[in-house]
């Protein structure tokens, strides 16, 4: 089956800085990615995604790239901001005949960006 | 357009006892998805219905079941509550699987 290997948590950082999530995965075929956000209290929120090698997906500052040859999909921002403060998932789901898998999801990765 | 909207959003229920957790897809979405997110973790898929039929299901015993309704809203039904099955549950929606929405949850203890 399908798997998410994120880096722990908790990250801390300072305003304005670069940030790194890392993300791998197992999946057989050609699987699509994403990144999620969630915030205290609340559900999930579609942050970006790519559904095919080479792709990149962007949103909000936010980027990363699917690479098929090392199964990463990193998650990258130049300038952090407080208000990016967070629970950051990265997902992979394959769609596998005619019925759908649900998305397998890393285990989270808390950012904790400080003023 | 509305969003995903989950109810309650918070309960609390005795060991053994049953609960209906329930759903309201995005307009225009045919899909519903149901995770469950234990504390610090990530979601766990539990199952998907496409269009009343459920096409996907995930490692969970089948005390754990759903309907999804014409309108497609959907219920999760969990039987012999266990304390384990203590976390967040999640509804997500989405047209043909593809591009999902996430309600806020629903948190439920068991004590």
């Known amino acids: 089956g399908n798997s998410v290997t994120q880096m722990e948590g908790p990250v801390t950082l300072s305003e304005e800085a670069f940030l790194t999530i890392n993300c791998t995965y197992t999946?057989?075929?050609?699987?699509?990615l994403f990144w999620y956000v969630q915030y205290p209290g609340e559900g999930l929120q579609l942050l970006l995604k790519a559904t095919k090698a080479d792709d990149k997906g962007s949103n909000k500052g936010f980027e990363a790239t699917y690479r098929k040859e090392t199964t990463s999909f990193h998650l990258e921002k130049g300038s952090v901001q407080v208000s990016d403060s967070a629970v950051y998932f990265c997902?992979?789901?394959?769609?596998?005949?005619?019925?759908?898998?649900?998305?397998?999801f890393g285990k989270g990765t808390h950012l904790i960006i400080q003023p | 357009e509305t969003g995903v909207t989950q109810s309650p959003t918070h309960l609390i229920k005795t060991r053994g006892q049953q609960v209906t957790l329930r759903c309201s897809s995005q307009s225009g979405h045919n899909t519903v998805s149901w995770y469950q997110q234990a504390l610090g973790q990530g979601p766990q898929f539990i199952f998907q219905y496409y269009r009343e039929e459920e096409n996907g299901r995930g490692n969970f015993p089948p005390r754990f079941s759903g309907l999804q309704f014409p309108n497609y809203s959907s219920e999760l039904n969990v039987n012999a509550l266990e304390l384990d099955d203590s976390a967040l549950y999640l509804c997500?929606?989405?047209?043909?699987?593809?591009?999902?929405?996430f309600g806020s949850g629903t948190r439920l203890t068991v004590v």
């Open positions: 997902a992979v789901r394959h769609r596998s005949g005619g019925g759908a898998d649900g998305l397998t």
């Open positions: 997500a929606s989405s047209l043909d699987a593809w591009g999902y929405t």
């Open positions: 999946a057989t075929g050609y699987p699509s």
